[in-house]
């Protein structure tokens, strides 16, 4: 069993910075890929990000490639997203989320995460 919890959420204007962190419990963090999903109100529960067990592979939702960077630090059980250049229709509840079986294609279908956190309100004005 894994817990995963977020932090790092607030109001921002556009064109600002956030860092999202995902700090997890449990010793078999390391063996997960980690995803980052973003859900607005009355929108569905969307890709962002996802970075594979050992930090090596990654993969961005088109809106945000350029902008946003996933990374991990697997002695601190912590995945990171490093979000730039924010833009209004980045405003969401942020989610961080964790898969356990290793794929040969990193996962960006929220169906196939085991492990979710509760979630970071992200606010971007304009």
């Known amino acids: 069993q894994v817990q995963l919890v977020e932090s790092g959420g607030g109001l921002v204007q556009a064109g600002g910075s956030l860092r999202l962190s995902c700090a997890a419990s449990g010793r078999t963090f390391s063996r997960y890929a980690m995803g980052w999903f973003r859900q607005a109100p009355g929108k569905e529960r969307e890709f962002v990000a996802v970075i594979s067990w050992s930090g090596g592979s990654t993969y961005y939702a088109d809106s945000v490639k350029g902008r946003f960077t996933i990374s991990r630090d697997n002695a601190k059980n912590t995945v990171y997203l490093q979000m730039n250049s924010l833009k209004p229709e980045d405003t969401a509840v942020y989610y961080c989320?964790?898969?356990?079986?290793?794929?040969?294609?990193?996962?960006?279908?929220?169906?196939?995460?085991?492990?979710w956190g509760q979630g970071t309100q992200v606010t971007v004005s304009s």
């Open positions: 989320a964790a898969d356990r079986r290793w794929r040969v294609v990193l996962s960006t279908t929220p169906d196939e995460y085991d492990y």
